[in-house]
Protein backbone atom coordinates (compact mmCIF):
# COMPACT_ATOMS: atom_id res chain seq x y z
CA UNK A 1 0.00 0.00 0.00
CA UNK A 2 1.06 3.80 -0.33
CA UNK A 3 2.26 5.31 2.72
CA UNK A 4 4.00 8.16 4.20
CA UNK A 5 6.98 6.60 6.65
CA UNK A 6 9.14 8.13 9.03
CA UNK A 7 12.57 5.72 8.00
CA UNK A 8 15.00 6.41 10.27
CA UNK A 9 16.08 8.83 12.88
CA UNK A 10 17.46 12.29 12.44
CA UNK A 11 15.94 15.17 11.00
CA UNK A 12 13.75 14.51 7.53
CA UNK A 13 14.11 10.90 6.51
CA UNK A 14 10.55 11.14 5.49
CA UNK A 15 9.49 9.35 2.37
CA UNK A 16 6.06 7.91 0.38
CA UNK A 17 6.46 4.66 -0.17
CA UNK A 18 4.59 3.06 -3.04
CA UNK A 19 4.60 -0.55 -1.79
CA UNK A 20 4.64 -0.48 2.02
CA UNK A 21 3.23 -3.86 3.74
CA UNK A 22 -0.67 -3.37 4.46
CA UNK A 23 -1.26 -4.27 8.09
CA UNK A 24 -3.42 -7.60 9.25
CA UNK A 25 -5.56 -7.97 10.82
CA UNK A 26 -5.46 -9.32 14.65
CA UNK A 27 -7.61 -9.92 17.70
CA UNK A 28 -9.33 -7.06 18.83
CA UNK A 29 -8.19 -4.58 16.12
CA UNK A 30 -9.71 -3.50 12.97
CA UNK A 31 -8.29 -2.64 9.49
CA UNK A 32 -9.56 0.56 8.48
CA UNK A 33 -9.43 1.96 5.09
CA UNK A 34 -8.05 5.80 5.53
CA UNK A 35 -10.68 8.55 4.42
CA UNK A 36 -8.61 11.50 5.79
CA UNK A 37 -6.12 12.27 7.94
CA UNK A 38 -5.16 15.65 8.93
CA UNK A 39 -1.07 17.03 9.91
CA UNK A 40 -0.42 18.98 12.80
CA UNK A 41 2.40 20.57 14.77
CA UNK A 42 3.53 16.99 16.09
CA UNK A 43 3.99 15.94 12.59
CA UNK A 44 6.75 18.44 11.73
CA UNK A 45 8.04 17.91 15.17
CA UNK A 46 8.25 14.19 14.67
CA UNK A 47 9.87 15.08 11.11
CA UNK A 48 12.52 17.26 12.29
CA UNK A 49 12.46 14.33 15.38
CA UNK A 50 11.96 16.90 18.20
CA UNK A 51 9.48 14.90 19.24
CA UNK A 52 9.49 10.78 20.08
CA UNK A 53 8.69 8.74 16.93
CA UNK A 54 10.29 4.69 16.71
CA UNK A 55 11.26 4.42 13.17
CA UNK A 56 10.16 2.69 10.32
CA UNK A 57 6.87 4.19 11.15
CA UNK A 58 4.02 5.44 9.34
CA UNK A 59 3.21 9.24 9.81
CA UNK A 60 -0.74 10.51 10.50
CA UNK A 61 -2.26 10.57 14.18
CA UNK A 62 -5.22 12.79 13.40
CA UNK A 63 -7.63 10.32 11.02
CA UNK A 64 -10.88 9.01 9.78
CA UNK A 65 -12.07 6.29 8.22
CA UNK A 66 -14.13 3.09 7.48
CA UNK A 67 -13.35 -0.18 8.72
CA UNK A 68 -12.65 -3.04 5.79
CA UNK A 69 -11.66 -6.26 8.12
CA UNK A 70 -12.48 -6.95 11.86
CA UNK A 71 -10.46 -9.23 13.89
CA UNK A 72 -11.75 -11.80 16.42
CA UNK A 73 -12.81 -10.40 19.65
CA UNK A 74 -14.05 -7.43 18.36
CA UNK A 75 -17.55 -7.13 19.58
CA UNK A 76 -20.52 -5.25 17.44
CA UNK A 77 -17.94 -3.48 15.39
CA UNK A 78 -18.48 -4.30 11.41
CA UNK A 79 -17.35 -4.06 8.13
CA UNK A 80 -18.33 -0.38 6.97
CA UNK A 81 -18.50 1.15 10.14
CA UNK A 82 -16.96 4.79 9.75
CA UNK A 83 -14.64 5.62 13.03
CA UNK A 84 -12.10 8.04 14.80
CA UNK A 85 -9.62 6.58 17.60
CA UNK A 86 -8.09 7.63 20.51
CA UNK A 87 -4.30 7.82 20.58
CA UNK A 88 -3.74 5.29 23.59
CA UNK A 89 -2.12 2.42 22.19
CA UNK A 90 0.05 0.40 24.34
CA UNK A 91 -0.79 2.37 27.71
CA UNK A 92 0.08 -0.37 30.38
CA UNK A 93 -2.96 -0.04 32.41
CA UNK A 94 -0.88 -0.42 35.41
CA UNK A 95 1.11 2.71 35.67
CA UNK A 96 -0.51 5.36 38.02
CA UNK A 97 -1.63 7.84 35.66
CA UNK A 98 -3.88 4.09 34.01
CA UNK A 99 -4.84 2.89 37.44
CA UNK A 100 -6.33 6.41 37.83
CA UNK A 101 -8.01 6.02 34.49
CA UNK A 102 -5.98 8.54 32.78
CA UNK A 103 -4.24 6.28 29.70
CA UNK A 104 -3.75 8.99 27.80
CA UNK A 105 -1.09 10.60 30.15
CA UNK A 106 0.55 6.69 29.82
CA UNK A 107 4.42 6.88 29.59
CA UNK A 108 4.39 3.74 28.10
CA UNK A 109 1.94 4.50 25.43
CA UNK A 110 2.60 4.26 21.73
CA UNK A 111 0.58 5.99 19.53
CA UNK A 112 -0.29 5.51 16.25
CA UNK A 113 1.77 7.96 13.98
CA UNK A 114 5.19 7.86 16.19
CA UNK A 115 4.45 4.99 18.13
CA UNK A 116 3.07 2.86 15.78
CA UNK A 117 1.84 2.75 12.37
CA UNK A 118 -0.67 5.20 11.69
CA UNK A 119 -2.50 6.89 9.10
CA UNK A 120 -0.99 8.48 6.21
CA UNK A 121 -1.58 5.56 4.47
CA UNK A 122 -3.99 4.04 2.62
CA UNK A 123 -4.49 1.57 5.60
CA UNK A 124 -4.71 1.90 9.60
CA UNK A 125 -4.49 -1.06 12.12
CA UNK A 126 -6.52 0.40 15.02
CA UNK A 127 -7.80 -1.67 18.39
CA UNK A 128 -11.68 -1.81 19.09
CA UNK A 129 -10.94 -0.45 22.67
CA UNK A 130 -10.22 3.36 21.61
CA UNK A 131 -12.81 3.34 18.51
CA UNK A 132 -15.51 5.46 18.57
CA UNK A 133 -18.26 5.65 16.02
CA UNK A 134 -18.85 8.83 13.80
CA UNK A 135 -22.36 9.47 13.84
CA UNK A 136 -24.46 9.60 10.62
CA UNK A 137 -24.54 13.19 9.40
CA UNK A 138 -21.19 14.27 10.39
CA UNK A 139 -18.69 14.15 7.27
CA UNK A 140 -15.39 12.52 7.25
CA UNK A 141 -14.21 15.92 6.51
CA UNK A 142 -15.17 17.37 9.74
CA UNK A 143 -14.39 14.06 11.59
CA UNK A 144 -11.07 14.59 11.22
CA UNK A 145 -10.50 16.96 13.39
CA UNK A 146 -12.25 15.29 16.23
CA UNK A 147 -8.77 14.15 17.63
CA UNK A 148 -7.55 17.61 17.96
CA UNK A 149 -11.42 18.91 18.71
CA UNK A 150 -10.74 15.79 22.38
CA UNK A 151 -7.20 18.00 22.55
CA UNK A 152 -9.09 21.55 23.08
CA UNK A 153 -12.12 19.71 25.21
CA UNK A 154 -9.79 17.99 27.63
CA UNK A 155 -7.91 21.01 27.90
CA UNK A 156 -11.01 23.09 28.49
CA UNK A 157 -12.54 20.91 30.77
CA UNK A 158 -9.34 21.36 33.55
CA UNK A 159 -9.31 25.38 32.59
CA UNK A 160 -13.08 25.64 32.79
CA UNK A 161 -15.33 27.89 30.93
CA UNK A 162 -18.13 29.39 32.38
CA UNK A 163 -21.14 31.60 30.39
CA UNK A 164 -20.30 34.74 29.76
CA UNK A 165 -16.35 34.90 30.46
CA UNK A 166 -13.64 36.48 28.11
CA UNK A 167 -11.24 34.68 26.42
CA UNK A 168 -7.80 35.45 24.51
CA UNK A 169 -6.25 32.59 22.34
CA UNK A 170 -2.56 32.84 21.15
CA UNK A 171 -1.49 31.29 17.56
CA UNK A 172 -4.29 30.69 15.00
CA UNK A 173 -3.76 27.46 14.20
CA UNK A 174 -6.01 24.55 14.49
CA UNK A 175 -5.83 24.43 18.14
CA UNK A 176 -6.25 27.77 18.64
CA UNK A 177 -9.12 28.26 15.96
CA UNK A 178 -10.80 25.05 17.81
CA UNK A 179 -10.61 26.17 20.98
CA UNK A 180 -12.16 29.60 20.02
CA UNK A 181 -15.32 27.92 18.08
CA UNK A 182 -15.84 25.97 21.59
CA UNK A 183 -15.35 29.09 24.00
CA UNK A 184 -18.27 30.88 21.75
CA UNK A 185 -20.18 27.79 21.36
CA UNK A 186 -20.05 27.51 25.56
CA UNK A 187 -21.22 31.35 26.16
CA UNK A 188 -18.09 33.13 26.26
CA UNK A 189 -18.75 37.01 25.88
CA UNK A 190 -15.43 37.94 24.03
CA UNK A 191 -13.05 35.46 22.57
CA UNK A 192 -10.15 36.96 20.95
CA UNK A 193 -7.77 35.28 18.70
CA UNK A 194 -4.04 36.74 18.41
CA UNK A 195 -1.49 36.20 15.54
CA UNK A 196 1.99 37.59 14.26
CA UNK A 197 1.96 38.76 10.74
CA UNK A 198 3.94 35.70 9.82
CA UNK A 199 0.05 33.77 10.75
CA UNK A 200 -1.78 36.54 8.56
CA UNK A 201 -3.40 33.57 6.25
CA UNK A 202 -4.38 31.75 9.33
CA UNK A 203 -5.95 35.22 10.40
CA UNK A 204 -7.59 36.12 7.65
CA UNK A 205 -9.85 32.30 8.30
CA UNK A 206 -10.26 33.09 11.84
CA UNK A 207 -12.29 36.12 11.03
CA UNK A 208 -13.66 34.92 8.42
CA UNK A 209 -15.57 32.23 10.47
CA UNK A 210 -16.88 35.38 12.74
CA UNK A 211 -13.98 34.98 15.61
CA UNK A 212 -12.39 38.79 16.72
CA UNK A 213 -8.73 38.88 15.80
CA UNK A 214 -5.76 40.70 16.65
CA UNK A 215 -2.30 41.44 15.01
CA UNK A 216 0.56 40.69 17.36
CA UNK A 217 3.33 43.19 16.80
CA UNK A 218 4.72 44.20 20.30
CA UNK A 219 3.47 42.67 23.67
CA UNK A 220 3.08 46.46 24.84
CA UNK A 221 0.69 47.40 22.55
CA UNK A 222 -1.26 44.27 22.71
CA UNK A 223 -1.56 44.72 26.45
CA UNK A 224 -2.60 48.42 25.56
CA UNK A 225 -4.69 47.53 22.86
CA UNK A 226 -6.74 44.54 24.21
CA UNK A 227 -6.47 45.43 28.10
CA UNK A 228 -4.82 43.38 30.75
CA UNK A 229 -8.21 41.79 32.03
CA UNK A 230 -8.90 38.83 30.23
CA UNK A 231 -10.77 35.86 32.64
CA UNK A 232 -9.17 33.09 30.54
CA UNK A 233 -6.01 33.10 28.43
CA UNK A 234 -4.90 30.21 26.16
CA UNK A 235 -1.66 29.17 24.45
CA UNK A 236 -1.96 27.51 21.17
CA UNK A 237 2.02 27.68 20.68
CA UNK A 238 4.29 26.48 23.36
CA UNK A 239 6.17 29.47 23.22
CA UNK A 240 7.57 30.98 26.42
CA UNK A 241 6.84 34.15 25.05
CA UNK A 242 3.29 33.16 24.47
CA UNK A 243 2.67 32.13 28.02
CA UNK A 244 4.36 35.27 29.22
CA UNK A 245 2.10 37.20 27.00
CA UNK A 246 -1.18 34.99 28.34
CA UNK A 247 -0.27 36.18 32.04
CA UNK A 248 0.30 39.83 31.01
CA UNK A 249 -3.14 39.68 30.03
CA UNK A 250 -5.31 38.16 32.06
CA UNK A 251 -6.95 39.99 35.05
CA UNK A 252 -6.31 39.20 38.96
CA UNK A 253 -6.82 35.66 39.79
CA UNK A 254 -8.04 34.63 36.89
CA UNK A 255 -6.96 31.22 34.54
CA UNK A 256 -4.17 30.73 31.73
CA UNK A 257 -4.75 27.59 29.79
CA UNK A 258 -1.31 26.02 27.94
CA UNK A 259 -2.43 23.44 24.92
CA UNK A 260 0.93 23.92 22.80
CA UNK A 261 4.23 21.95 22.79
CA UNK A 262 7.49 23.29 22.17
CA UNK A 263 9.96 21.45 19.90
CA UNK A 264 12.46 22.84 22.96
CA UNK A 265 13.11 21.89 26.25
CA UNK A 266 13.57 25.13 28.25
CA UNK A 267 11.07 27.41 27.78
CA UNK A 268 11.63 31.27 29.29
CA UNK A 269 8.72 32.01 31.20
CA UNK A 270 8.13 35.40 33.28
CA UNK A 271 6.70 33.51 36.53
CA UNK A 272 6.49 37.19 37.90
CA UNK A 273 3.67 38.27 35.43
CA UNK A 274 1.43 35.28 36.72
CA UNK A 275 2.33 35.52 40.44
CA UNK A 276 1.48 38.97 41.42
CA UNK A 277 -1.59 38.59 40.04
CA UNK A 278 -2.29 35.00 41.96
CA UNK A 279 -2.96 33.66 38.07
CA UNK A 280 -3.74 29.41 37.93
CA UNK A 281 -2.37 27.90 34.95
CA UNK A 282 -3.18 24.80 33.70
CA UNK A 283 -1.11 22.52 30.99
CA UNK A 284 -3.32 19.92 29.17
CA UNK A 285 -1.69 17.25 27.39
CA UNK A 286 -3.48 14.41 24.81
CA UNK A 287 -7.18 13.87 25.69
CA UNK A 288 -9.74 12.09 27.56
CA UNK A 289 -12.58 9.24 26.31
CA UNK A 290 -15.36 11.58 27.41
CA UNK A 291 -13.39 14.48 25.55
CA UNK A 292 -13.81 12.16 22.13
CA UNK A 293 -17.39 11.27 23.00
CA UNK A 294 -18.57 15.15 23.35
CA UNK A 295 -16.30 16.40 20.17
CA UNK A 296 -18.60 13.64 18.08
CA UNK A 297 -22.07 14.65 20.08
CA UNK A 298 -21.30 18.14 19.12
CA UNK A 299 -20.14 18.09 15.53
CA UNK A 300 -23.30 15.79 15.15
CA UNK A 301 -25.91 18.34 16.47
CA UNK A 302 -24.20 20.77 14.31
CA UNK A 303 -23.09 23.45 17.05
CA UNK A 304 -19.67 23.59 15.22
CA UNK A 305 -17.76 23.22 11.66
CA UNK A 306 -14.30 22.68 11.78
CA UNK A 307 -14.13 21.40 8.52
CA UNK A 308 -14.49 25.38 7.20
CA UNK A 309 -10.85 25.89 8.02
CA UNK A 310 -9.69 22.31 6.75
CA UNK A 311 -7.26 22.27 3.34
CA UNK A 312 -7.78 18.84 1.21
CA UNK A 313 -4.49 17.74 -0.24
CA UNK A 314 -3.89 13.46 -1.58
CA UNK A 315 -1.71 11.77 -0.40
CA UNK A 316 0.64 12.05 -3.46
CA UNK A 317 1.28 15.74 -2.71
CA UNK A 318 1.87 15.47 0.86
CA UNK A 319 4.68 17.82 0.45
CA UNK A 320 2.54 20.52 -0.32
CA UNK A 321 0.89 19.74 2.18
CA UNK A 322 3.49 19.81 4.97
CA UNK A 323 5.08 23.31 3.49
CA UNK A 324 1.81 24.86 3.20
CA UNK A 325 1.42 24.29 7.21
CA UNK A 326 4.79 24.92 8.02
CA UNK A 327 4.14 28.23 6.30
CA UNK A 328 1.26 28.67 8.01
CA UNK A 329 -0.60 28.66 4.76
CA UNK A 330 -3.46 27.12 5.22
CA UNK A 331 -4.66 26.49 8.99
CA UNK A 332 -5.67 22.71 9.05
CA UNK A 333 -4.19 20.34 6.08
CA UNK A 334 -5.69 16.91 5.27
CA UNK A 335 -4.30 14.40 3.63
CA UNK A 336 -5.99 11.99 1.91
CA UNK A 337 -5.59 8.66 0.05
CA UNK A 338 -8.86 8.20 -1.55
CA UNK A 339 -10.55 10.51 -3.92
CA UNK A 340 -11.64 13.74 -2.32
CA UNK A 341 -15.31 13.39 -2.83
CA UNK A 342 -15.35 10.69 -0.24
CA UNK A 343 -14.89 13.23 2.31
CA UNK A 344 -18.35 14.69 2.05
CA UNK A 345 -19.89 11.45 2.89
CA UNK A 346 -22.24 11.80 6.18
CA UNK A 347 -23.38 7.68 6.94
ZN1 LIG B 1 -1.69 16.28 16.63
ZN1 LIG C 1 0.20 3.21 32.11
Known sequence: MKALVKTAKGSGHVELKMDWPKPEVKDGWVLVEVVASGICGTDLHIMEDTH???P?????????????????????????????????????????????????????????????????????????????????GVDFRTATVTEPTAICITGLDRSGIAIGETVLIIGPGHIGLISA??????????????????SANRLTVAKSLGIETY????????????????DLTIDSTGAGEALSLC??????????????????????????????KSLTIYTSLSSEYSSWDRALKFMAAKKYDPSLFTSVYSLDDWKSAFHDVETRKVVKAVITPQNFSVLDQRA
Not at 215 to 230: I, N, Q, R
Request: net charge neutral.
Open 52 to 54: KNW
Open 247 to 276: AQLTRRLGRVLELGLSSTSDVQFSINAATT
Open 56 to 136: PVILGHEYTGRIVEVGNDCGDWLVGDRVVCEQHTGACMRCDACRRGAIHLCPQKRSPGWGIDGAFAEFVLLPVALLHKVPD
Open 215 to 230: LLEDPLSAVKDLGADF
Open 181 to 198: MLTMAAGASRVVVVGRAS
